[in-house]
């Protein structure tokens, strides 16, 4: 399967403190994009990374890819209760119309 | 602010009815996506369009789904006849050239 597994699946941390998500792969990519998801809402973009890039930031959020061990870290710094939500990471492995293979997502609970 | 918009927010209906959905994607947006979301089973892939063809509909239980798209402003997902099982909440993402895709809010469905 090509599909990218978030690690951990849940997270609950205090505000302020940083929440790192991790992602893994198994084929090659042409770009992973992270999405949060609120509940009963859609996902929402978050931030787009190509296989040549190897660190992106945006804001509070810093993501970075490892393509020879096929993994992908998000980082977000000084969290807020705001931050509640469900991560996914999506790889585009290139397939023609740019079809995402979406994880299984990290439940991050920001306690206040 | 362009957003995806999808039609209708929440559905009930019985076991054998026929269920369609709607979305209209983001103007200017060449491909759009159909998932299905569950506790279950996560996020899965049903269907994609790129410049309104169809490019793979594998995801999705062809003898009671079908996806469309009569123009470019509007995707269509019908089930018939539905089933307990497809129960779950219908996303619409429509995808911008660079690879990002922009969810709608879903359709949630209940079948009973």
């Known amino acids: 399967s090509q599909q990218g597994e978030e690690d951990p699946q849940a997270l609950s941390i205090q505000e302020g403190e940083n929440a790192t998500m991790n992602c893994s792969y198994k084929t090659s990519i042409n770009n992973l994009q992270w999405y949060r998801q609120n509940s009963g809402r859609g996902l929402v973009h978050l931030i787009l990374i190509r296989s040549n890039e190897r660190e992106k930031h945006s804001g509070r959020l810093r993501v970075t890819l490892d393509t020879s061990k096929k993994s992908s870290s998000l980082l977000i710094t000084a969290s807020r209760a705001a931050d509640t939500a469900s991560y996914f990471c999506a790889t585009d492995h290139n397939n023609a119309g740019n079809m995402l293979t979406f994880g299984g997502g990290t439940r991050l609970m920001v306690k206040p | 602010d362009a957003r995806v918009t999808q039609t209708p927010r929440h559905k009930v209906t019985e076991m054998g009815q026929e269920v369609t959905m709607r979305c209209q994607p983001i103007?200017?947006?060449?491909?759009v996506f159909w998932y299905r979301q569950t506790m279950m089973q996560g996020l899965e892939l049903l269907a994609y369009?790129?410049?309104?063809?169809?490019?793979?509909d594998s995801g999705m239980p062809k003898d009671r789904f079908s996806a469309e798209m009569p123009d470019a402003t509007l995707a269509t997902l019908k089930i018939q006849p539905s089933e307990p099982r497809d129960s779950a909440v219908y996303f619409c993402?429509?995808?911008?050239?660079?690879?990002?895709?922009?969810f709608g809010p879903g359709t949630r469905l209940t079948v009973t």
């Open positions: 103007l200017g947006h060449n491909t």
């Open positions: 369009f790129r410049n309104r063809a169809p490019l793979d």
């Open positions: 993402a429509s995808g911008s050239w660079s690879g990002e895709q922009y």
